[in-house]
């Protein structure tokens, strides 16, 4: 990508994309196009022919896309598999029809078998059954990677995929029935503490081990990748290393001052037992991750108090 070249990134009021759009406007890109939900409804077909023809991107950044943890995707599956379906269907076709030089795709790492072995690898992709919780979420992101994958084999187009693993930073979602499980724990415990509760309850065991990257961090890959990789095959973008749900909590609650319990509610689902990625691909091609999780948590509590208890 060049300075001046015009890049969509779509999504760019999301974790990931306005991560994305720091990161471009800090290395000096000037020429950045978006369009917010109410501007340009990415499900419809016409519209996102029609916003494509007009502006015409040379390069598109694809963080747009309905997401959510465990109680939404429990909750709304049929919201995640189609909305998700149809807005990577519609930007990956039309980007193909009006020239664009690169696209990149971002996945999940849920698109890898529940059972898959750890660190999980690139090529462990279909080789098992998937985490039933957010099945239809993986199910269309999979759809995704074979699309762009398919469009390179039959159009000679350079759209590549790479699969994040759990994410947090600025601009997250800290709603307690669809975020995922950091923001959602810095929400529990920021309000726990504000009410002197006693305790805070943590769905599941606490036992389940997640690996998580900052959200500048995961930018920073996308912008390094979509100037340095040309391949079909997918690449992992995470940090190589874990922490159990208990830690976290524990991490978490150190981090917002809270002084109470934590307690587990053993009922409530567990999910996946593990999801690490192997980033030995990445590390190869000359990207690592620098922010360290201490770190990103505190940065994005502080977030969370600036921006998100300012809208309430």
Known sequence: MKFHSK???AGHRGLV????????????YTNLIYRTSAELDLRNQLEVEKFFS???????FLAAAKVGGIVANNTYPADFIRDNLMIQNNI????????????????????YPKFAPQPMKEEYLLTGELEPTNEPYAIAKIAGIKMCQS??????????????????GPNDN??????HVLPALIRKFHEAKQANAEFVEVWGTGTPRREFL??????????????????????????????????????????????????????????????LVDVSKLNNLGWKSSTALEV?????????????????
């Open 214 to 275: 900052y959200s500048d961090d995961l930018a920073d890959a996308c912008v390094y990748l979509m100037n340095h990789y040309e391949s079909d095959e997918i690449v992992n973008i995470g940090v190589g290393s874990d922490i159990s749900i208990k830690e976290l909590a524990e991490l978490v609650s150190s981090t917002v001052g809270f002084e109470g319990a934590i307690t587990f509610n053993t009922s409530k689902p567990d999910g996946t037992p593990r999801k």
């Open 92 to 111: 990956i076709d039309a980007a193909y029809r009006n020239g664009v030089k690169k696209l990149l795709f971002l996945g999940s790492t849920c698109i």
């Open 7 to 9: 890049i969509y990134i």
């Open 296 to 312: 990103g948590i505190k940065q994005a509590y502080e977030w969370f108090l600036q921006s998100h208890l300012a809208k309430a």
């Open 151 to 168: 469009y390179n084999r039959q159009y000679g187009t350079k759209y590549i995929s790479v699969m994040p693993t759990n994410l947090y």
């Open 174 to 179: 800290f709603d307690l029935q669809s975020s």
């Open 54 to 60: 007009m502006e015409q991107p040379e390069y598109v």
């Open 17 to 28: 994309g306005s991560a994305i759009n720091r990161r471009l406007e800090q290395e000096g």
